[in-house]
């Protein structure tokens, strides 16, 4: 059944696992965060997390098929095993390419999940009503370090309240955090330049994870 891997947690110790649905429109990320998770989910890819779109015909109609069968609303997740922005430069950037199709009925919504400051397409698509983007931030030590990269945090934080302020639902993800010495005061100075900018609609927290095979590669 659809969700029978990530139940519900019952336990206050459980692993909480929203239940989200993948749009698999391209592959992989050109961040390379050390953490990545991508890693292992690719690790018998060739090109590893190399960047590879699927064509947008295919992805078209499997968008169109989904928004006109499935009546109960859904959000589906564009940046589980890619970043969703990372299209913006082809000839037909993906953001534009995909909002439309959602812009066209009201009862789904395509989620961005991205550590990208590339929002310029994103800007030029006026009233946006079925679409969230949610920003990928650290504490700045550990985005230094680890995110080596991927946009500072101070670009990926204006980036997110320039869409905000155009109209975007906007979350933040804090994921991983880690627990580096002084983590109280970095991510403490984290959350106030956040909230100096905007507020997000909602902010998500996730633990330092990992499969053994991304841990080993
Ligand atoms: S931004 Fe996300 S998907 Fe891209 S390399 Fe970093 S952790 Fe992986």
Not at 183 to 190: H, T
Request: with cysteine; aromatic share 10%.
């Amino acid at each position: 059944k659809r969700f029978d891997k990530t139940p519900y947690p019952v336990k206050p110790t459980d692993v909480v696992c929203p239940h989200f649905l993948e749009l698999k429109w391209a592959y992989g990320c050109p961040f390379d965060c050390s953490w990545c998770y991508l890693k292992g989910t690719f690790r018998f890819r060739p090109e590893g997390i190399e960047p590879a779109y699927k064509p947008l015909k295919k992805v078209k109609l499997h968008v169109e098929t989904f928004v006109h069968e499935v009546k109960t609303p859904e959000i589906l997740n564009t940046g589980e095993i890619a970043d969703s922005l990372m299209g913006e430069n082809e000839d037909c950037p993906f953001s534009k390419f995909i909002v439309s199709l959602f812009e066209e009925q009201n009862r789904h919504k395509v989620l961005f999940v991205t550590k990208s400051t590339n929002v310029r397409n994103l800007l030029e698509i006026a009233s946006p009503r079925q679409v969230i983007v949610s920003f990928s931030l650290n504490a700045k030590p550990v985005a230094e370090k680890w995110e080596k990269k991927a946009p500072s945090v101070g670009k990926r934080i204006e980036a997110a309240r320039k869409l905000s302020e155009a109209g975007y639902e906007v979350r933040i993800r804090i994921d991983p955090m880690v627990p580096i010495e002084e983590w109280r005061e970095s991510y403490i100075e984290l959350i106030d330049e956040i909230f100096l900018k905007s507020i997000p609609e909602r902010i998500t927290l996730g633990s330092l994870r990992g499969l053994q095979s991304t841990i080993n590669g």
